[in-house]
């Protein structure tokens, strides 16, 4: 996710349609296509790391199989030296965020995970120039019943997200369906990270908060390839950053799970786009 209302680098390759003042990458069936083999490399990605998640493992550990395993692919990892900043690159080749860790957690070999702990692994393997973007939340041994409930109703979160998405819809519908079962629950939606357009960039247009009114924002139209990634807390949705200049925090100190998908609008509603097979 990147945070927000930052300048995003414009796709420079891909069929560009201007509407009005806006300006929005629409991909072609075959860039599609590129799309959904990154996807699909991503979703398996996780797939191959999730056996991995036991207590003693270290996020180092995760990570390395990971670089590994995506260079095994012909791929490369994405957030690897990521840089939009210019003066702090990404250190490493996924994102690992324990606990009340919210997003862009760095994979350390001091950091062993235990039973009880939640991980969000999220990966973004390039594959022929296409960008897969994924993250899931992992339950660590024997979760408690509030990191348990908290996980699942994040990814009902990212599912009610998805269903809002149809061609002639509006961004803010994502937010709005998301906004509303997380709230009901009893939790609380991040504002300062958002969803994001994706193809061979990481980050484009559109932004896409997990939050909002329902008919507001840019309109949906068939070729909008982007991320939903509801980032959703315990407690309060303050986020504080670490001193590394990447790791996000809650600030009251709860737990934070997340999931992310990349996504198509279709002609005729919405597609997956990393999902295993
Ligand atoms: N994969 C993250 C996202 O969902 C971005 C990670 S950027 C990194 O957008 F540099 F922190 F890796
Ligand atoms: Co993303
Ligand atoms: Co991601």
């Not at 930052?6 to 560009?16: G, I, S």
């Not at 270290?58 to 670089?67: C, F, K, M, Q, V």
């Not at 965020?97 to 919210?102: A, E, P, Q, T």
Request: a negative charge.
């Amino acid at each position: 996710m990147i945070k927000t209302n930052h300048d995003m680098k414009e796709e420079t390759n891909l069929k560009r349609e201007t509407m009005g003042s806006e300006s929005m990458v629409l991909l072609s069936r075959r860039e599609v296509e590129k799309m959904r083999q990154a996807g699909r490399l991503a979703a398996q990605l996780l797939d191959h790391l999730e056996p991995m998640v036991q207590p003693g493992v270290t996020t180092l550990e995760l990570n390395d199989e990971a670089e590994r395993w995506t260079q095994a692919h012909q791929a490369r990892s994405a957030p690897l030296a990521y840089d939009p900043s210019g003066k702090n690159p990404f250190p490493k080749s996924i994102c690992t965020s324990v606990n009340h860790v919210i997003c862009h957690g760095i994979p350390s070999a001091r950091q062993v995970l235990k039973s009880g702990d939640i991980i969000n692994i999220d990966v973004t393997p390039i594959l022929d120039g296409y960008h897969g973007d994924t993250s899931r939340t992992f339950l660590v041994g024997t979760p408690s019943p509030i990191a348990k409930q908290l996980v699942e109703v994040t990814y009902e979160c990212l599912m009610r997200g998805i269903d809002a998405v149809k061609p002639g819809g509006k961004i803010g519908d994502i937010g709005s369906a998301i906004q509303a079962h997380a709230e009901a629950q009893g939790f609380s939606v991040v504002r300062d990270f958002v969803g994001h357009g994706v193809g061979t960039t990481f980050h484009t247009e559109p932004q896409v908060p997990h939050y909002g009114q329902q008919g507001k924002g840019k309109k949906l139209r068939p070729g909008m390839v982007f991320t939903i990634e509801p980032m959703i807390n315990e407690g309060t949705w303050e986020a504080r950053m670490l001193e590394d200049g990447w790791t996000a925090v809650t600030a009251d100190g709860k737990l934070s799970a997340q999931f992310e998908h990349t996504i198509a609008v279709t002609t005729t509603g919405v597609e997956i786009l990393t999902l295993p097979d």
